[in-house]
């Protein structure tokens, strides 16, 4: 991706979250310097991958595949406390990020505003393929259930509690808008615990045509070494 491509998609998506009234910390809006200066203080933001996050999986084209993220908050296995996390998402119409799980993470995905939010889902067999099996899961605290590959469309306020081993691939509904999509989950890493059942690339390869406006997750230790 270009890095004014990202610029772009930066300025659009805090665009929307002012739209839709949703703040972020002061540190997001830092620019390079204001990192430099920071460093020190801000290690747990750098070590926990807080902030900025982009991907278009590989894909070259962002708007057909590719996901918007802000990591709010997040802790890190066997070294913290924390033993949970939380994102924002943007997701725009008919945008797909490809179906995936994780090992570890339990995640609820709610739908915070706009459009409709739509997942696909599959169980998982022992060997990470795609199970035959119905797959049953909660929305706000009631029980669901659809066949293998059924869908469940998140209206404005709802949730769904993804337990781990459950594949998932989502988008926003074509015609009714993008969705600000928030995620709570226990401890995310994207290092280590994401098995997507394509291979992807999570995170982009950047072509450095313009100065970053506000560096991704992906960039600290790039710019800040």
């Known amino acids: 991706m270009k890095r004014s491509e990202i610029n772009q998609i930066v300025a659009n998506a805090k ?16 620019n390079v310097d204001d990192w430099r ?34 990591t709010l908050r997040n802790g890190k296995y066997n070294v913290d406390q924390k033993t949970y996390a939380e994102k924002v998402m943007i997701v725009e119409e008919n945008q797909e990020t490809p179906m995936h799980f994780h090992w570890s993470k339990m995640e609820d995905i709610i739908n915070r505003g706009g459009g409709d939010f739509v997942i696909e889902l599959y169980n998982s067999t022992p060997s990470d393929e795609f199970a035959d099996t119905p797959v049953t899961f909660k929305v706000d605290g009631v029980v669901h259930t659809v066949e293998a590959g059924g869908t469940i ?5 709802q949730s769904i509690c993804l ?8 988008y926003a509904k074509g015609g009714t808008g993008k969705v600000l999509v928030g995620e709570v989950s226990k401890v995310n890493d994207d290092m280590s615990d994401n098995r997507f059942y394509e291979p992807v690339g999570r995170f982009p390869d950047i072509e450095e045509d313009a100065a970053p406006i506000h560096l991704l997750v992906s960039d600290y230790g790039k710019f800040l070494n």
């Open 153 to 157: 469309v998140l209206k404005p306020g």
């Open 37 to 70: 200066k920071n460093k020190s203080g801000a290690s747990e933001v750098i070590d926990n991958m807080l902030g900025w996050d982009i991907t278009d999986f590989g894909s070259g084209d962002f708007y057909r595949r590719g996901l918007f993220l802000f």
């Open 163 to 170: 337990e781990q081993g459950v594949y998932h691939r989502f």
């Open 15 to 30: 665009a929307f979250m002012t739209e839709r009234k949703f703040f972020l910390p002061v540190w997001a809006y830092w």
